[in-house]
């Protein structure tokens, strides 16, 4: 929303000197740029993805982690990002140099986790960047958790007739780059 604003803003400052200079052309020109950003940002959807139930009463998807496919559970109880030792290191993250200190509670007891930020983590079209997560020491965990570290960078998530659907934002960083070229 912010952005929006500050594209808003440039644009009035734009068409203000415009105007201030008194050429119809331009004027005509730098309305209609407008109204194609703004067409263009209200035609842009928030990206969205659905999410069916399992069999075993879980919604589980394939998540990309800094470009690498891996098999996630949603788990609105996780207050971050959880990855197994094994997809950290399929992934490539520098499991030499982490330090399990974090105390983790999991369903299977207690254990060890270490913290670090994910470069990127993609559910179909959500991405989302610098991604806080931890890692579980080798064999504590069986299936790596999309927790709420992702979820609540969501404009909404909810369940609807045995259907996880995940909205984020719609993206604004196009249309800004748009309005920048239109007033250049």
């Given at each position: 929303m912010i952005r929006f604003l500050l594209v808003l803003i440039m644009l009035a400052g734009t068409a203000g000197a415009v105007v201030a200079y008194g050429d119809p052309d331009q004027i005509a020109r730098a309305s209609h740029k407008v109204s194609h950003i703004?067409?263009?940002?209200?035609?842009?959807?928030?990206?969205?993805?659905?999410?069916?139930?399992?069999?075993?009463?879980?919604?589980?998807?394939?998540?990309?982690?800094?470009?690498?496919?891996?098999?996630?559970?949603?788990?609105?109880?996780?207050?971050?990002?959880?990855?197994?030792?094994?997809?950290?290191?399929?992934?490539?993250?520098?499991?030499?140099?982490?330090?399990?200190?974090?105390?983790?509670?999991?369903?299977?007891?207690?254990?060890?986790?270490a913290r670090l930020t994910l470069d990127r983590l993609a559910v179909g079209k959500l991405v989302e960047k610098s991604v806080p997560a931890l890692v579980v020491q080798r064999g504590q965990m069986k299936t790596n958790l999309l927790g709420m570290s992702f979820l609540d960078r969501l404009e909404s998530w909810g369940v609807r007739a045995d259907t996880l659907m995940l909205t984020g934002y719609p993206e604004l960083q196009a249309n800004h780059r748009r309005a920048r070229t239109a007033v250049d």
């Open positions: 703004f067409r263009a940002q209200a035609a842009s959807p928030a990206p969205a993805v659905q999410i069916p139930r399992s069999q075993g009463g879980e919604f589980t998807l394939r998540a990309k982690i800094n470009g690498v496919t891996a098999p996630m559970v949603i788990d609105t109880g996780a207050t971050s990002v959880v990855l197994t030792w094994e997809t950290a290191k399929a992934i490539g993250l520098p499991l030499e140099m982490l330090e399990y200190d974090v105390d983790l509670e999991t369903a299977g007891g207690h254990t060890k986790a």
